[in-house]
């Protein structure tokens, strides 16, 4: 039977399968540590954002494809090998339904995991990492979590879910442009990074131009060095919050 405590650290997704669907190229990370954890997806085909200086200079149809990314996070409950994922927050909005898996091991010790309310199968190896810390925060609006081995880290941000995204993804991919949405769905960020000294480059990102790029700032508090729609760049003191990011 598969527990809490096994589904502790870090796992990277190697494929999932479902009828008439397998990806075996998404990149896909999940950080667990105690009943919290964070999760990016980053499609393997992104538009090229090389010589932008910020992402409104993407056609619709580009960012349409950015927002095949996903990144959500919040804490988990597992009975009888079943998780399930609460999102606190969700890159988004408001999940369809709830994310609920059947745990198991196949012959090799990788994590196998079975969709109860939709029909697919995860494989997912586990990374070698330290002991990770885990650090509920919030910068004004947005909340969420910093889970941290020390080396490499994940940062989910986010406002409380509303709504969700599907009819705004499904007009830019026909050409149409919701300034207002866009810059308010950039606001959140979903980043995986390593650091360097005091620095945190972001390694993966919601927001592509965050990639190669300081993400956060570790001394006396974390500083989130926010990238909006526009290209401006805020520099965002994380502050720690004494409850998980549902608050």
């Given at each position: 039977?598969?527990?809490?405590?096994?589904?502790?650290?870090?796992?990277?997704?190697?494929?999932?399968?479902?009828?008439?669907?397998?990806?075996?190229?998404?990149?896909?990370?999940?950080?667990?540590?105690?009943?919290?954890?964070?999760?990016l997806r980053?499609?393997?085909?992104?538009?090229?954002?090389?010589?932008?200086?910020?992402?409104?200079?993407?056609?619709?149809?580009?960012?349409?494809?950015?927002?095949?990314?996903?990144?959500?996070?919040?804490?988990?409950?597992?009975?009888?090998?079943?998780?399930?994922?609460?999102r606190h927050?969700?890159w988004h909005?408001?999940?369809?339904?709830?994310?609920?898996?059947?745990?198991?091991?196949?012959?090799?010790?990788?994590?196998?995991?079975?969709?109860?309310?939709?029909?697919?199968?995860?494989?997912?190896?586990?990374?070698?990492?330290?002991?990770?810390?885990?650090?509920?925060?919030?910068?004004?609006?947005?909340?969420?979590?910093?889970?941290?081995?020390?080396?490499?880290?994940?940062?989910?941000?986010?406002?409380?879910?509303?709504?969700?995204?599907?009819?705004?993804?499904?007009?830019?991919?026909?050409?149409?442009?919701?300034?207002?949405?866009?810059?308010?769905?950039?606001?959140?960020?979903?980043?995986?990074?390593?650091?360097?000294?005091?620095?945190?480059?972001?390694?993966?990102?919601?927001?592509?131009?965050?990639?190669?790029?300081?993400?956060?700032?570790?001394?006396?508090?974390?500083?989130?060095?926010?990238?909006?729609?526009?290209?401006?760049?805020?520099?965002?003191?994380?502050?720690?919050?004494?409850?998980?990011?549902?608050?």
């Amino acid at each position: 039977m598969t527990g809490q405590a096994a589904l502790q650290g870090h796992w990277r997704r190697e494929w999932i399968r479902a009828p008439g669907f397998e990806d075996h190229s998404t990149q896909v990370h999940w950080l667990q540590a105690g009943d919290l954890f964070a999760d990016l997806r980053i499609p393997a085909e992104r538009p090229d954002v090389r010589g932008l200086s910020a992402l409104s200079e993407l056609p619709a149809r580009d960012l349409s494809r950015l927002l095949e990314a996903e990144g959500f996070a919040g804490h988990t409950t597992v009975q009888d090998g079943r998780c399930t994922w609460h999102r606190h927050i969700n890159w988004h909005g408001v999940p369809p339904q709830a994310d609920i898996g059947q745990m198991s091991w196949d012959a090799d010790g990788a994590l196998i995991e079975d969709g109860v309310l939709s029909e697919y199968r995860e494989l997912w190896r586990r990374e070698e990492m330290p002991v990770p810390q885990v650090h509920p925060v919030r910068a004004g609006a947005q909340t969420g979590l910093l889970i941290d081995s020390g080396s490499l880290f994940v940062l989910a941000m986010g406002p409380a879910p509303a709504g969700d995204t599907t009819a705004f993804r499904a007009a830019l991919a026909a050409g149409e442009r919701d300034e207002a949405a866009l810059h308010a769905q950039f606001e959140s960020e979903y980043l995986l990074g390593h650091w360097d000294g005091r620095f945190g480059i972001a390694a993966l990102s919601t927001n592509p131009l965050h990639e190669g790029h300081v993400a956060l700032e570790r001394g006396d508090e974390f500083t989130w060095h926010a990238l909006a729609f526009d290209g401006r760049e805020t520099a965002r003191s994380l502050d720690p919050v004494q409850v998980p990011v549902d608050a």
